[in-house]
């Protein structure tokens, strides 16, 4: 494939086959209405189908999730298939220590009338997980070659792009398949949103690149509401360049950096999440719970807070019509520079991406992965905005703080804790001597 063959769509080709979760989002979507998914797995199977119908049942439009658990997710299936021997918990649901029989009647179960489960894992060579996922009647799953490997392993990224390679191409094999990049998400927080987008766009292209013809792209709130719709109308554009011929969507996770300690924060900032999805046009939404601060979410606090999104949604949707692209923050023109600069580095897409890296054309902010340059550098600027202080290599030019050369461990720490913060204050403001909620 040339960079002019990975380029731009200039004509929308015949629709793709859609699966069920593809089609579920569809419908959602034609009906003006946010689907609302958690993140959501346990090792026991009969805990696993009551969260799953409880999602299901929610008063909103949902999707279901099986998180997979971090044996499976590393490729450590001896000690998933001890744990679940042995009746041990799992931080997941073991999906290749079950099987596929087992998962097939767990499904069964609850997919169908509008509702579907996705596949979420972690995993830097996930081919394993998606044989038994596609054994066992599912179609969708998410990840990425960048984005499961640079935040969540030691794999080096060539090893990790040959085995996501041949994991779409495992998935594309069969019709209706949907994958969803992660590379929107990378570290979940102070990443300037431009190399959110250009990761999430650059990921499509690879899964196009190895057949999938269903796929989203994601986006993980950051800390400036205005920047955020920024972003997320910067990602449909380039989607819609670079991808117009397949089905596609976009998902916005709520922010994924330390919560809000009180309860009135956490629900102003799930609340804030819901309405920039609205706002956005956004399709789907992988929400977190009030609880995220405290302790692992109960089945009851997920369903909650999958509510809560999609009433606040629900009121918000009517401001996003008609809602035209800003130009402020200068989002979309840094993602193109990226995603041109990395497609012309080579032919193929995956080899591009490992070049990318290796130059520091791509440099994750605060990534410790061997394969990351580690020049780039982020801050919270006056504005609540995210910026470069630093870019090494990459084609995108740097607003470093005012006579600052480097920044410290002090500047790194309070902007982890900026957004929680600046939400358990507004909290407090609004209701004085609201109680911080116990650790």
């Known amino acids: 494939m040339t960079a002019l063959e990975a380029g731009p769509t ?36 009969a805990r696993m189908r009551s ?6 049942n929610a008063e909103a439009r949902t999707v279901g999730t099986l998180t997979i658990d971090s044996y499976t997710r590393v490729g450590d299936i001896t000690s998933s298939i001890r744990a679940v021997r042995e009746g041990t918990d799992l931080n997941g649901y ?5 099987g596929a029989d087992v998962t097939r009647d767990l499904v069964a179960s609850v997919v169908g009338d509008r509702y579907a489960v996705q596949v979420r894992h972690g995993s830097a060579d996930p081919y394993e997980i998606v044989r038994v996922l596609l054994d066992a009647g599912l179609d969708a799953t998410e990840g990425g ?13 060539r090893k990790a792009v ?13 019709p209706g398949t949907h994958l969803e990049s992660f590379g929107g998400c990378m570290l979940g927080q102070l990443c300037p949103p431009a190399l959110l987008v250009a990761l999430s766009v650059l990921e499509g292209i690879f899964f196009r690149r190895h ?29 819609a360049e670079y991808l117009g011929d397949l089905d596609w969507h976009i998902v916005l996770y709520t922010y994924m950096g ?121 801050y919270i600027d006056s504005r609540g905005s995210l910026q470069w202080h630093a870019t090494g290599a990459m084609p995108v030019k740097a607003n470093p703080v005012p006579g600052r050369s480097r920044l410290k461990a002090d500047d790194l720490l309070g902007m982890l804790a900026h957004t929680q913060e600046r939400f358990d204050r507004a909290a407090l403001d609004d209701a004085p001597g609201r109680p911080v909620l116990p650790a």
């Open 211 to 239: 057949g999938l013809r269903s796929i989203s792209l994601s986006y993980a709130q950051q800390t400036h509401r205005g920047q955020d719709v920024e972003a997320l109308l910067a990602l449909r554009g380039l989607a």
């Open 51 to 56: 969260g799953l119908r409880a999602v299901k």
């Open 145 to 157: 070659p960048v984005s499961y490997c640079l935040p969540y392993s030691r794999t080096p990224l």
């Open 94 to 98: 073991p999906i290749v220590a079950h």
């Open 258 to 378: 330390v919560f809000p300690r009180t309860s009135g924060g956490a629900l102003g900032l799930l609340r804030d999440s819901a309405a920039l999805a609205a706002l956005t046009g956004t399709e789907r939404m992988i929400v977190k719970t009030p609880a995220e601060a405290h302790r692992i979410p109960t089945i009851e606090d997920n369903v909650l807070a999958l509510e809560e999104a999609a009433r606040t949604a629900a009121s918000f949707r009517e401001s996003a019509a008609g809602r035209e692209p800003s130009d402020e923050f200068g989002v979309l023109a840094e993602a193109r520079a990226l995603v041109e600069a990395v497609l012309e580095l080579h032919q193929d897409i995956g080899s591009a991406l490992v070049e990318a890296f290796r130059r520091g054309v791509l440099d994750v902010p605060y990534c410790l992965h061997a394969d990351n340059a580690q020049r780039s550098r982020s």
């Open 162 to 174: 040959d085995a996501w390679a041949r994991t779409c191409e495992l998935l594309a094999a069969r």
């Open 10 to 45: 200039r004509a929308p080709r015949r629709r793709p086959e859609l699966g069920s979760f593809a089609s579920a989002v569809v419908e959602a979507r034609r009906a003006g209405q946010l689907v609302v998914q958690p993140r959501m797995g346990f090792a026991d199977v």
